[in-house]
């Protein structure tokens, strides 16, 4: 039985899925429509019950110009992207190896139905797990309002999971 490899030789480092230079990779910015309809629907789900979050005559009354947006809702709303996940193919990563990681944000103010926000992202890292199996890009989305005033700053972290080859059967 012959064999390509040498025993004990260093294995090569395997090709990374993304390529470091893809950091500060900028999307194109969107804006999306804060619609109290979605937010009473999102309130539900999360089992938010505060009247002005549900209910746009209590929120008047607590002098907001609307439903204030749950902090999480935001994550919702940066998916309204025509092609959301475009950025990602654009790096060359296949959809079906990404798995969902970690999110964070900072809130600087709050946000209503009837607003329009627009998210504006850019990838700040891209690191390298488990010999290169596993790599984690981070994406963060600056979000500002109409004004111009800044909302909100997210960040999502993706795994990408490196597709394994089978393994071979010896001896056939």
Request: contains cysteine; hydrophobic residues 40%; glycine residues 6%.
């Amino acid at each position: 039985m012959s064999t390509s490899a040498t025993i004990g030789a260093a294995k090569p480092s395997p090709t990374p899925l993304i390529n470091p230079s893809v950091i500060g990779t900028c999307t194109l910015p969107h804006t999306a429509l804060v619609e109290a309809g979605r937010l009473r629907q999102f309130a539900h789900a999360i089992g938010e019950r505060r009247p002005e979050y549900i209910d746009e005559d209590a929120a008047r009354a607590a002098s907001r110009p609307g439903l204030l947006v749950p902090p999480t809702f935001l994550f919702c709303l940066e998916m309204d992207h025509p092609d959301p996940w475009r950025w990602l193919t654009e790096i060359e990563v296949d959809l079906a190896t990404v798995l969902h990681a970690e999110q964070s944000f900072v809130h600087h103010q709050p946000a209503w139905s009837g607003q329009r926000l627009t998210f504006t992202s850019r990838i700040t890292d891209v690191t390298v797990k488990s010999g290169g199996a596993l790599q984690f890009v981070v994406r963060e989305t600056h979000v500002t309002n109409e004004h111009r005033a800044v909302v909100a700053d997210l960040s999502s972290t993706l795994a990408v999971v490196r597709p394994t080859a089978p393994a071979q059967e010896e001896g056939r």
